[in-house]
């Protein structure tokens, strides 16, 4: 079947530490993006690639970094910057403008 | 500046009663409009979307929604609500111009269905 996957599922973090949370996709799409997800906030899109080896910053992009190695795979590591780093984390990935595809989301708590 | 606004938080309807979610949005080009639905802890499922044409656009479980240019509105509606319709509901808008393939999503509206 093809879809995104993300994972893990639940991830806990201590404080300073880094973690890097996954999304692989085989829909051979070239655009991917994570946001993230809180209460009564929406989404909010942290970072985006629209090719391989290639990505651009979103809205809130400070303590966060990405890297677009393959074009299947888009990690996200959540740095000991970011401040605030408890919430639900989406992966999408699209081809063209008309649809993007999620992710079933990783939530992420620091101890 | 471009924004999604969703302005009904939290709603409650009875079961087999219609619903509409408002949405409205600020977009200085011409705007893409997708409405998506999220179970909880789970992703984000496409119900419809609108590019042009036809303003009335049916979407799957029986939901449609209404691009009304005039309003920047574009509402989503089911004429009778079931159990499992409860979820939480986002609108977004994209471009059809520019470079990129961005969306900006409204902040949500919480549905429940009371029996």
């Known amino acids: 079947d093809g879809g995104i996957t993300q994972s893990p599922k639940y991830l806990f973090r201590k404080e300073g530490q880094n973690v890097t949370l996954s999304c692989e996709q085989n829909?051979?799409?070239?655009?991917m993006y994570w946001y993230r997800q809180d209460p009564g906030q929406g989404l909010r899109l942290i970072y985006y690639s629209q090719i391989v080896n290639d990505f651009q910053k979103g809205d809130i992009a400070e303590g966060y970094s990405v890297s677009r190695e393959k074009k299947e795979s888009f990690p996200l590591t959540v740095t000991s910057a970011q401040k605030n780093p408890t919430a639900f984390y989406l992966c999408?990935?699209?081809?063209?403008?008309?649809?993007?595809?999620f992710g079933p989301g990783t939530r992420l708590t620091v101890l | 500046a471009q924004s999604v606004t969703q302005p009904d938080i939290h709603i409650t309807v009875s079961e087999g009663a219609s619903l509409e979610l408002r949405c409205n949005y600020s977009?200085?080009?011409?705007?893409?409009l997708f409405w998506y639905v999220q179970s909880p802890g789970q992703g984000l499922q496409l119900l419809l979307k609108y590019f042009s044409g036809d303003t009335l656009v049916q979407g799957i479980k029986g939901f449609e929604a209404e691009f009304k240019r005039s309003q920047s509105s574009f509402n989503l509606r089911k004429p009778s609500v079931h159990w499992s319709d409860a979820a939480e509901y986002f609108c977004a808008v994209g471009s059809l111009g520019g470079a990129t393939n961005k969306l900006i999503f409204g902040t949500g509206t919480l549905l429940a269905v009371q029996p």
């Open positions: 977009y200085g080009a011409t705007p893409y």
């Open positions: 999408a990935s699209s081809i063209d403008r008309t649809r993007m595809f």
């Open positions: 829909l051979n799409h070239d655009a």
